[in-house]
T-cell receptor
């Protein structure tokens, strides 16, 4: 199958950590991505992780990849109101240079002041 | 780099009219994608170009939709005639040949067909 699944909503308080989860069924991808979409805007690439990595950290963002469980997560430390958006996980096509990316349905993060 | 540029950002038209959406990919990128985003169906791939050549247009919903890429820096998506069910946000994305296969998205065109 080619499903990428995410929970639809997450609500956190400002200053707390947010953890957005994603599960996928096809483990043949080389890269997995996290995109952020603010209202009225396009999908902004936040970060990506190569499939042979377990973790990647970039400032407030930490990506964890559990290949055994086919689970990807995005942790946002010290969540701010500006982090309120929809977050999409996506996986690259299994063969580099091809074109069928699979996107999750998106998780709407609401940050409460 | 300015990123992927799309125009117009918003388009409101009446049923039956022709609509043309425009995209300028990131310079040096050789792959271009058109997507449609709706609440009901999420993000759908409409067509994929590689080196200006359409590779897969199986996602184009009907013959009313057509896309062209006359050169490496410009692509259009045309809907003729438009229908209310075409109302959606249309995104263009581009990608360079490389090791991360990362797509970069434009800001989108919000189309409303009355």
């Amino acid at each position: 199958g080619e499903d990428v699944e995410q929970s639809l909503f997450l609500s956190v308080r400002e200053g707390d950590s947010s953890v957005i989860n994603c599960t996928y069924t096809d483990s043949s991808s080389t890269y997995l991505y996290w995109y952020k979409q603010e209202p009225g805007a396009g999908l902004q690439l936040l970060t990506y992780i190569f499939s042979n990595m377990d973790m990647k950290q970039d400032q407030r963002l930490t990506v964890l990849l559990n290949k055994k469980d086919k689970h990807l997560s995005l942790r946002i430390a010290d969540t701010q109101t500006g982090d309120s958006a929809i977050y999409f996980c996506a996986r690259a096509p299994p063969t580099s240079g091809t074109y069928k990316y699979i996107f999750g349905t998106g998780t709407r993060l609401k940050v409460l002041a | 780099d300015a990123g992927v540029i799309q125009s117009p950002r918003h388009e409101v038209t009446e049923m039956g009219q022709e609509v043309t959406l425009r995209c300028k990919p990131i310079s040096g990128h050789n792959s271009l994608f058109w997507y449609r985003q709706t609440m009901m169906r999420g993000l759908e791939l409409l067509i994929y170009f590689n080196n200006n050549v359409p590779i897969d247009d199986s996602g184009m919903p009907e013959d009313r939709f057509s896309a062209k890429m006359p050169n490496a820096s410009f692509s259009t998506l045309k809907i003729q005639p438009s229908e209310p069910r075409d109302s959606a946000v249309y995104f263009c994305a581009s990608r360079a040949s490389g090791i991360t296969d990362t797509q970069y998205f434009g800001p989108g065109t919000r189309l409303t067909v009355l």
